[in-house]
Each structure stands twice: as C-alpha cells, then as structure tokens.
C-alpha cells in the first residue's frame, strides 16, 4: 500500500477554472509535504513546500496542510493548458533529518481550452 | 549550472546482462538520490546518499541492485542480470545539504530490457 495517497487519479479543467488536488500520508512520522510538477517527457520540479498547518501561496498556486490528519491539498487557480502535467505529493520527516522523499502514484491534471 | 547529469539518456540491455547508470549531482549538493519510474508503481526510492556516504538502501531489490558514490562528482548505479522488471526510466536527484531541501532531478535514463 501506498504510504502517500494521493486524490484523484486524473482530473481535467477547463481553462480558467480551478483545479484540486489532494494528498495524504498514511505514515504519521512525516512532518513536511511538497508537490512537484512533471510535463511529459521532463523530470520532476519542485513547486511547493509546507510544514506548517494552514495556507501558502504562491502566485496561482495555493497548498494548505493539516498536520493533525495528514492531508495536504494543493489548488491551482485560472488553471492554463501549461499546467496540464503530473503532480506530485511527497513527505519526509525533517525532525528527523530524513532526506529521502516518499512520492504518491500522482494525479495527472489535463487543462482544456 | 548544467543540473544533474545523467548517462546515458537510453539503454538496451538483453535479459541477463549488466546496466550501469551514471549520475553527476549539482556541484555543491551533498546529498544524492536515486528514483525508479514507472506507470504502474509511480516514482520509487531507491537509495541515496550523504556526503558520498550511503545512509538509506532500503528501497534497493538487494541481489542485483548496488549504488556508489566513489567521489563528490558522480554516483553510478549497476543492475546485475537485469530483466523485463527492471524496465523503467531511473532517476537521480541531488540536494544542496539539509532535509529540507528540494530535489533536483536529472532528465534520468530509460532502461529497456528486452
């Protein structure tokens, strides 16, 4: 079983509109979360990071996290075609200075114009 | 700054023969990591290390799989008898020192055994 599960396996937007992704870990000593991007035929790129309940923004990108349950979710607003791609979640325990990153099977996100 | 490096971008290998990975980090980074790709079971780790020196394998199928880091500038990986499973594209990543770092990943190799 996957310790990161991630939610839904794909999802399609049409251009403008929001799309949202969701993320949970099943293993409680992980303390930071992120989400990488990967376009098709690229290597993954780190997009956000957060260990801190609550939001972070940046730009159109909105990730919240909820350290009690695990769950972090990641919002992506005025969604562009660019962003069709395949997102990402990891988690790593930091306190424990545990470099590894432990990736979900991610949710491709398609954008249509 | 070029990003990881990795080499050969494609491999072929014949059922039971041997397949090494190269791999240059990020000049500076300290850590190294090593990912395994794949449809079905997504990005897996492999192994990775810390100043050249290895500190989780956990990831690795032990009897073919072997990761080193002989110095600060590449890390190789080598598959022994290598079969139709091991088929995937492999990744390395490295990170400039603390936990909290993000990964950069190189373009990986797309391993194909027939």
């Known amino acids: 079983q996957q310790k990161v599960q991630q939610s839904p396996e794909s999802l399609i937007v049409p251009e403008g509109g929001m799309a949202s992704l969701n993320c949970t870990s099943s293993?409680?000593?992980?303390?930071y979360f992120w989400w990488y991007r990967q376009h098709s035929g690229k290597s993954p790129k780190m997009l956000m990071s957060i260990f801190s309940n609550g939001e972070k923004e940046e730009g159109r990108f909105t990730v919240h996290l909820n350290k009690a349950s695990l769950h972090t979710s990641l919002h992506i607003r005025d969604s562009q075609p660019s962003d069709s791609a395949l997102y990402l979640c990891?988690?790593?325990?930091?306190?424990?200075?545990?470099?590894?990153?432990?990736f979900g099977l991610g949710t491709t996100l398609q954008v249509q114009p | 700054n070029a990003g990881v490096i990795q080499t050969p971008r494609h491999k072929v290998t014949g059922k039971g023969q041997e397949a090494t990975l190269w791999c240059e980090p990020i000049s500076g980074h300290s850590a190294v990591f090593w990912y395994r790709q794949t449809i079905v079971q997504g990005l897996e780790f492999l192994t990775y290390?810390?100043?050249?020196?290895?500190?989780?394998d956990s990831g690795m199928p032990k009897e073919r799989f072997s990761a080193q880091m002989p110095n600060q500038s590449h890390s190789t990986l080598k598959i022994q008898s290598t079969q139709p499973q091991d088929s995937a594209v492999y990744l390395c990543a490295s990170s400039f020192r603390q936990s909290n770092e993000r990964l950069f990943f190189g373009h990986g190799t797309k391993l194909s055994v027939l």
């Open positions: 293993d409680r000593n992980v303390d």
């Open positions: 990891a988690a790593n325990n930091i306190t424990g200075n545990t470099g590894k990153l432990i």
């Open positions: 290390f810390r100043n050249q020196a290895p500190i989780d």
